[in-house]
């Protein structure tokens, strides 16, 4: 994806990550989603499901 945009809003994060993304052709915008791509987990928190994957956070905004 690249390192964060200069425009970025506060609280956004530049991380690295060993799995990859869903494919999109939003600039700056990445997703996962648990049991499609290897290495997302799947979780549920107050009812709603949720996706998790490993990073390492390199900056934050």
Request: charged share 30%.
């Amino acid at each position: 994806m690249g390192p964060i945009l200069k425009d970025a809003k506060p609280g956004s994060l530049e991380f690295y990550t060993t799995v990859k993304p869903k494919a999109n052709n939003r600039p700056g915008y990445a997703s996962w989603e648990a049991g499609v791509e290897d290495g997302v987990k799947g979780f549920e928190m107050d009812g709603d499901e949720w996706a998790s994957i490993p990073v390492i956070v390199t900056e934050t905004r």
